[in-house]
């Protein structure tokens, strides 16, 4: 069977710990503990004829073509070779999230201490704290532009910022205090000077729930919100929630464009794919959804045999292929057009927590060789997964082989709740307060660091340098060439076979 009929209920099942409620006594946290849910009834298999084909690959490359490039195969493999760099520190609980911006110049992370941070990516200098959210701060999404910041909430709103000046985009706003639901006290303005400081920072007279009048926050949802993700064209933020549904949001209107009734549990990750047609949710019911963005049909529901919790999702970087995070200590790669399992990528620990990661892909420039093109202009490049680890690793996979290639060994203290990468610059978040940043060592390279005490970070790094970070389509023929459909799994329902 393909899928799980929406309208049938799952068994009751406790959620997975919030990553913001890392041993949180408050009446409100949520229980640390998990249990996967038993097996469900299942449906006949959805309507798939909506569903793109093969086409969905920017590239058509054959999966098992060699690479013309004969000179190749004297070169060493680049192999990722992430070293720490920076430690920042600022939040005052756990960091739930952790995200790079587009252009790899800037960090932003959430907290359960109510905030998020923008941090310089190069220096680690503190640039902005964004204050606002009336509880923790679960998830972070940059716009496409890497000016526009979006944060998630257990207050169960959605806020837009602008990177620059650090204000809301689409001003937090209640209409008992628009200023200190903004997290901008005014204290002594009044007048013209309260006028001219609202007009500078954007901040309203009043908001309007599930509108933009008085440019308010994004609400709607009926509880906690867990994920976010921008379009590629910045147009639209996907939104999950605790209430179960998945929300698409017109951002420059700021109004609600369509609710879908995904799931059965929480939904713990959402994700566009590269061309912005396909929106992919996850939820701890143990499915996958893929879902057209345009008319919020459901295209495509995948679920493993053992249906264990899924935790986070996202698209390849061509679009092609679902990375899975699952509460068994597995991360699987699913073909959602066929339906089947790709491969399956074990050596981290993952049972009771929510924790993420994601591809990366590094190219010659990045591993100090240059650009070494072959005689059709392509760069050598290898595409790899990251994730992070209960035990506070992190953990890399090839994505051809599932051998690990890297581990980074007590990367935090406590859990390791997310990690991000943009090419050569890997960022991680955890139940220690901090975010650490990873810098990928060159071939014969050297790292350039001095320790030091800065506002904010504990390390500041010396190199100024700007590393080029390759594009999502570079990955496009590795990501193909490397995914051999001879290895794929029996099925949606058949457990891939572990070598």
């Known amino acids: 069977m393909a899928g799980i009929s929406p309208e049938t209920a799952l068994p009751a099942t406790e959620p997975p710990s919030k990553r913001r409620r890392v041993q949180d006594d408050s009446v409100d946290s949520t229980p640390s503990c998990f249990e996967s849910p038993d097996g469900a009834p299942q449906s006949p298999a959805p309507n798939t004829s909506r569903l793109p084909d093969q086409s969905l690959s920017i590239r058509h490359a054959n999966l098992h073509a060699k690479p013309n490039n004969h000179h190749r195969h004297d070169q060493i493999p680049i192999i990722p070779n992430y070293q720490p760099h920076l430690v920042l520190q600022g939040h005052t609980r756990a960091v739930s999230q952790v995200r790079i911006s587009p252009d790899g110049r800037w960090i932003a992370s959430?907290?359960?201490?109510?905030?998020?941070?923008?941090?310089?990516?190069?220096?680690?200098?503190?640039?902005?704290?964004?204050?606002?959210?009336?509880?923790?701060?679960?998830?972070?999404?940059?716009?496409?532009?890497?000016?526009?910041?979006?944060?998630?909430?257990?207050?169960?709103?959605?806020?837009?910022?602008?990177?620059?000046?650090?204000?809301?985009?689409?001003?937090?706003?209640?209409r008992e205090n628009p200023g200190a639901a903004a997290g901008l006290v005014m204290k002594g303005l009044t007048g013209k000077a309260a006028a001219a400081r609202r007009a500078r920072t954007g901040v309203p007279g009043e908001g309007v729930r599930g509108g933009r009048t008085g440019r308010g926050p994004l609400l709607g949802h009926h509880n906690y919100v867990y994920c976010l993700a921008f379009s590629p064209k910045g147009n639209i933020l996907a939104s999950g929630s605790y209430d179960e549904a998945v929300f698409l949001w017109d951002v420059r209107a700021g109004r609600l464009m369509r609710s879908l009734p995904a799931h059965s549990d929480p939904v713990s990750g959402v994700d566009f794919c590269r061309d912005g047609t396909l929106v992919v949710s996850c939820s701890t019911d143990?499915?996958?959804?893929?879902?057209?963005?345009?008319?919020?049909?459901?295209?495509?529901?995948?679920?493993?045999?053992?249906?264990?919790?899924?935790?986070?999702?996202?698209?390849?970087?061509?679009?092609?292929?679902?990375?899975?995070?699952?509460?068994?200590?597995?991360?699987?790669?699913?073909?959602?057009?066929?339906?089947?399992?790709?491969?399956?990528?074990?050596?981290?620990?993952?049972?009771?927590?929510?924790?993420?990661?994601?591809?990366?892909?590094?190219?010659?420039?990045?591993?100090?060789?240059?650009?070494?093109?072959?005689?059709?202009?392509?760069?050598?490049?290898?595409?790899?997964?990251?994730?992070?680890?209960?035990?506070?690793?992190?953990?890399?996979?090839?994505?051809?082989?599932?051998?690990?290639?890297?581990?980074?060994?007590?990367?935090?203290?406590?859990?390791?709740?997310?990690?991000?990468?943009?090419?050569?610059?890997?960022?991680?978040?955890?139940?220690?307060?901090?975010?650490?940043?990873?810098?990928?060592?060159?071939?014969?390279?050297?790292?350039?660091?001095?320790?030091?005490?800065?506002?904010?970070?504990?390390?500041?790094?010396?190199?100024?340098?700007?590393?080029?970070?390759?594009?999502?389509?570079?990955?496009?023929?590795?990501?193909?060439?490397r995914i051999g459909a001879s290895e794929a799994s029996p099925g949606l329902h058949v457990k891939e076979e572990q070598p």
């Open 110 to 174: 959430a907290s359960a201490d109510g905030t998020a941070k923008i941090w310089d990516a190069a220096t680690g200098a503190h640039l902005e704290t964004l204050v606002g959210h009336m509880a923790g701060v679960s998830c972070v999404a940059w716009a496409p532009d890497s000016n526009t910041l979006a944060t998630g909430s257990d207050d169960k709103a959605i806020r837009l910022w602008d990177r620059v000046t650090g204000s809301p985009a689409h001003a937090v706003a209640h």
């Open 286 to 481: 143990g499915l996958i959804r893929i879902w057209d963005t345009s008319t919020g049909q459901c295209l495509r529901t995948l679920v493993h045999e053992d249906n264990p919790a899924v935790t986070n999702v996202c698209f390849s970087p061509n679009g092609r292929f679902v990375l899975a995070f699952n509460l068994d200590h597995s991360i699987r790669l699913w073909d959602y057009v066929s339906g089947a399992v790709k491969k399956t990528y074990q050596g981290h620990t993952n049972k009771g927590f929510s924790i993420g990661g994601c591809f990366g892909v590094l190219t010659d420039a990045d591993d100090g060789a240059g650009e070494d093109a072959d005689d059709n202009g392509n760069i050598r490049q290898q595409a790899f997964i990251t994730s992070a680890s209960e035990d506070g690793d992190i953990v890399m996979w090839d994505v051809a082989s599932k051998a690990v290639v890297q581990r980074i060994k007590g990367a935090h203290k406590g859990v390791c709740f997310w990690v991000d990468v943009h090419g050569s610059t890997m960022a991680s978040a955890g139940q220690d307060n901090l975010i650490k940043v990873f810098r990928h060592r060159p071939r014969g390279g050297r790292l350039k660091r001095e320790n030091g005490v800065g506002e904010g970070i504990d390390g500041v790094n010396g190199d100024d340098e700007q590393d080029g970070t390759p594009d999502a389509a570079m990955a496009d023929e590795e990501l193909q060439r």
